[in-house]
T-cell receptor, first 114, second 112 residues
Framework: GAGVSQSPSNKVTEKGKDVELRCDPISGHTALYWYRQSLGQGLEFLIYFQGNSAPDKSGLPSDRFSAERTGGSVSTLTIQRTQQEDSAVYLC????????????FGQGTRLTVV | AQSVSQHNHHVILSEAASLELGCNYSYGGTVNLFWYVQYPGQHLQLLLKYFSGDPLVKGIKGFEAEFIKSKFSFNLRKPSVQWSDTAEYFCAVLTAGNKLTFGGGTRVLVKP
C-alpha cells in the first residue's frame, strides 16, 4: 500500500477484555515497530521485527502484551486482560531493509479501556 | 540501553521568533539521528535525518539540525517560525540492531 495502515483507528474496550490491533506495513518493508504514545508521554518502544530474525521484545511492558508478524508483512499486537493504564495510542511504523532507514508511521490506534 | 532526552517539554513562542529544541542521546556507538514532527491530528512525519557526512543537515519547512558527536547532541533549529509550525517534535536515535528510540517530545505552540 501507499502507507502504513493501522486498524481499527479507535477501539473502546472493557477492562479485562482482550484486544487485537493490526498493522499493515508498506509493501516490501522488512522492519516493523510498535510504539505506545500515552498522554503527555513520548513514544514508548514496545517491539521490533526485522525480517526473519527473532523480534526485539524488550519494550513489552508485561506478559499481557504480545505481537506477531505473519509472513513478514502484517503484524498484530495483542493485549490480554486489558487494564485502564493500557489506554493510549498504539503506533506502528515500518522501514525498508537493514542499515539506516527512516521509519514511516501509521495513524495509530487509539485504545480506551473503560 | 540507549536513551534520548529532550530538554523542553513545552515551548511557546511568537511568529518570526527563532526556535531551538535540544536533544541529547546516550549511546557510545554509531548512531543515526532523526527529528519527527506530529502536527495536530496527523501522524508522525520525518522532518530530517542524519546518517553520515555533513553534521549540519537541512530538512523540510526550513528546519535544520546539527549533530555534535562530542556532545551527543542533535539540536533542531528554525530561524523564524510560523503559526503552522505548531506541533509536537520528537528526536529519535537508531542504533545497532535497528532499534529506534524516541525522546519524550516537545510541544511547540506558535502564537500568531
Amino acid at each position: 500500500g501507499a502507507g502504513v495502515s493501522q486498524s481499527p483507528s479507535n477501539k473502546v474496550t472493557e477492562k479485562g477484555k482482550d484486544v487485537e490491533l493490526r498493522c499493515d506495513p508498506i509493501s516490501g518493508h522488512t522492519a516493523l515497530y510498535w510504539y505506545r504514545q500515552s498522554l503527555g508521554q513520548g513514544l514508548e518502544f514496545l517491539i521490533y521485527f526485522q525480517g526473519n530474525s527473532a523480534p526485539d521484545k524488550s519494550g513489552l511492558p508485561s506478559d499481557r502484551f504480545s505481537a506477531e508478524r505473519t509472513g513478514g508483512s502484517v503484524s498484530t499486537l495483542t493485549i490480554q486482560r486489558t487494564q485502564q493504564e493500557d489506554s493510549a495510542v498504539y503506533l506502528c511504523a515500518s522501514s525498508s531493509g537493514r542499515g539506516p532507514r527512516e521509519a514511516f508511521f501509521g495513524q495509530g490506534t487509539r485504545l480506551t479501556v473503560v | 540501553a540507549q536513551s534520548v532526552s529532550q530538554h523542553n517539554h513545552h515551548v511557546i513562542l511568537s511568529e518570526a521568533a527563532s526556535l531551538e529544541l535540544g536533544c541529547n542521546y546516550s549511546y557510545g556507538g554509531t548512531v543515526n539521528l532523526f527529528w519527527y514532527v506530529q502536527y495536530p491530528g496527523q501522524h508522525l512525519q520525518l522532518l530530517l535525518k542524519y546518517f553520515s557526512g555533513d553534521p549540519l543537515v537541512k530538512g523540510i519547512k526550513g528546519f535544520e539540525a546539527e549533530f555534535i558527536k562530542s556532545k551527543f547532541s542533535f539540536n533542531l533549529r528554525k530561524p523564524s517560525v510560523q503559526w503552522s509550525d505548531t506541533a509536537e517534535y520528537f528526536c529519535a536515535v537508531l542504533t545497532a540492531g535497528n532499534k529506534l528510540t524516541f525522546g519524550g517530545g516537545t510541544r511547540v505552540l506558535v502564537k500568531p
